[in-house]
Structure formats: C-alpha cells, structure tokens
C-alpha cells in the first residue's frame, strides 16, 4: 500500500505539531544552547522531527526560540512574552508553520497562552488559536492583551509571512525591520 504526500505532510505535520507542544509544556527555564545535540536526538527518537539549530535566547531571556523540521516542513516555536499574574506567570507563545514547496503545507501560526506550572497544577495550555487575537480572555474574563505596537514582537510574529493568521486584525499588512544597529521598525506593506 502505498503512501500518499498528502498523508506524508499530514503525519510530518502531526509530528512536529505533538514536538512543539512537548517542548511548550515542558518549558521551566530558558533552554542551554550547549544541549542541543541531546535534546535534537531527543526530538528525532521521541518524536521524529529535528530540532536543526541551537535554540536561541533573547536579551533578557525573551524570545526564547526553537527551529524544528520535518518532511520539509519546519515549526518556528517562539516564546515571547510573559504575563505576571498573582502567584503565577502567563506566557505567549506563536509558532510558526512553514515549509519548502515541494512539503506540501501552508504557512500558517499557532497562538498560544500557556499557565507556568505551580505547587496546585501543572503546565497548561489556556488558549489556543490559528488566527491572532489582540486581547484574549481567561480565567473568568481577565483578558491578557498582546502590544500590537511592540516593533520587536511584530518582527518576531512575521504577520506578513503569515498573512492568513492576521487578515482582519491591526496587524493586517504590517512588518518589522531589524536594521545594521540592531534596532526594529514597523512598516505596512
């Protein structure tokens, strides 16, 4: 029986979806760049994708990024922001879905909200979407809103690679620049 490409995307995409989940619920601190040979063998026996760079680890511990791929297919998992709460932290996380064009897949964004793990609870996922939302609403309607001003995070978030998470939202159309001195700038397309 043979597979098709489409069923070969699917699992790659599947795959690399349950990765970059075991990687956002399983995040404590920022990642060791020097571990990445162990957790990339990790990533392939545990799940079959590759984690292909070194995670990268912003100033001040924001963003915290991970590059993994399969299939020509490739997830960009970033943590971007932090939300302190009483007790706890709220952290915001995109990911970013791409791939060759031979893969098969389009480019898309995962958006997520993820509760730091406490004594009462673990590590959980409390909002999750494939188009943007500026303010997001939990736990009983206290909403975290995301900066939609921020030229850094608008760079990270690359809403006109992704133009379809975005369609409809102020980030419709918008871009961000990192120049030679490594400042950011917003533009609209």
């Known amino acids: 029986m043979s597979v098709s490409e489409e069923e070969l995307a699917a699992r790659a995409l599947q795959r690399l979806r349950t990765a970059s989940e075991a990687i956002i619920l399983g995040q404590y601190d920022p990642p060791d760049p020097s571990l990445q040979r162990q957790m990339n063998s990790r990533m392939i026996d545990d799940y079959g994708v590759q984690l292909w760079t070194e995670p990268y680890v912003g100033d001040g511990g924001l963003p915290i990024v991970y590059h993994l791929k399969a299939r020509g297919i490739y997830f960009d998992v970033k943590h971007l922001l932090n939300f302190p709460r009483a007790g706890y932290v709220v952290e915001y996380w995109v990911t970013l879905i791409g791939g060759t064009d031979w893969a098969g897949v389009a480019p898309g964004s995962i958006f997520r909200l993820v509760r730091m793990a406490g004594r009462d609870h673990p590590r959980e996922v409390l909002h ?3 188009r943007f939302n500026r303010i997001i609403p939990v736990e009983g309607g206290r909403a975290v809103e995301i900066p939609t001003d921020d030229p850094r995070l608008i760079y990270e978030m690359s809403p006109t690679a992704f133009p379809s998470a975005y369609g409809g939202t102020e980030l419709e159309g918008l871009g961000a620049e990192r120049d ?10």
């Not at 030679?180 to 609209?188: N, S, V």
């Open 180 to 189: 030679d001195t490594g400042q950011y700038r917003i533009h609209r397309r």
């Open 128 to 130: 999750e979407s494939g």
